[in-house]
């Protein structure tokens, strides 16, 4: 019987870059020499330094994507490029391609459908700002407290993901709050995820961060409003709902007070807007209620059918596994 030769799975590393001339060379090498059957993927978002040259005399393949934000970057880059496993990283030089297989290999087996690496535990002390530490901190104190999970690291941008969650999960986002997107919809689709502890490296001389403390604290808070409208609608509508009552049960206790003074209401417009605060209150805790339903039945149709696409996947593996067993053992 002839020896069955197994097709090794084609991996993608995917480097979004934004005025990286500094640093990017030097991760494509480095990737290169741990995986070098790899395929190599620069996509640079509009830079106006040597960014692409660079990437490509590195040995990479240069896609450019005119819109800015690194969301519409992921975007092209899980539109564009074909292969079995994908590894995504940054290109500043912040992770060590001495870890990627690592990160490879819960994917490969099939024991995980993203593998993320967590920078929080094994970082140099100067390489985040104090505020984005928090902001990371409050977003993933709010995910795993939505999705019951633990998950230690919810922004970092070094990952490895399977095929099936590249065609299956969508991605929205714009900018850099695309991390937190794609942790939210692989835990709501039902994937697997897989924490990977690797050291995190501060950017090196003449690299300068693309982050605005401020701006990005903004986007964080509206992601974190976002995170609860949509997957804790109950809570975030009930929570208003709660301000309504309160407004209106101190504006109507003033009224009311008032009335058993003088057994007459004089102050007509403070007992207009206490009514109108309550009525506000169970519009909004009505709301919460019915968007949690239809969320809670969109989440088990969802979860069903990444199911059954999970099972046909490997049903059709298993035919061709057994197409290439009974061919090779033909004589």
Known sequence: MDSIT????????????LNEEVTVGKVIRDFR???????????????????AQIAAEAGAEVVSVPQPGKGNVVQAMFREVE???????????TYSAEHVRELLQPVLEGRADMTVATRLSECADDSF????????NLVRALVNWTFRSRLTDIMSGYRAFSRELVRSVPVLSS???VETELTIRVLDFGFRIEEIVVPYRKRPEGSESKLHTFRDGFRVLSEIASIAKAYKPLTFFGMIALGFFLA???????????????????????AILATGCVL?????????????????RLRETRRLLTQLLR??????LEVRSSSRLNGSSSP
């Open 6 to 17: 197994a097709t090794p799975p084609r991996i993608a590393v995917l480097i979004p870059c």
């Open 33 to 51: 020499d741990v995986l070098p059957d790899a395929l190599c993927y620069v996509f640079d978002n509009n830079s106006t330094d040597r960014t």
């Open 83 to 93: 292969a079995d496993c994908y590894v995504m990283v940054d290109g500043d030089d």
């Open 129 to 136: 700002r104090p505020l984005h530490v928090f902001g990371n």
């Open 175 to 177: 900018g850099f709050e």
């Open 248 to 270: 209106g049960g101190l504006a109507g206790g003033w009224v009311v007070w008032d009335y058993l003074e003088d057994q007459y209401v004089n102050k007509v417009p403070t």
């Open 280 to 296: 506000l209150g169970f519009g909004s805790f009505g709301i919460g209620i019915i968007l949690h339903t239809l969320s809670h």
């Open 311 to 316: 099972e046909r996947r490997e049903s059709h």
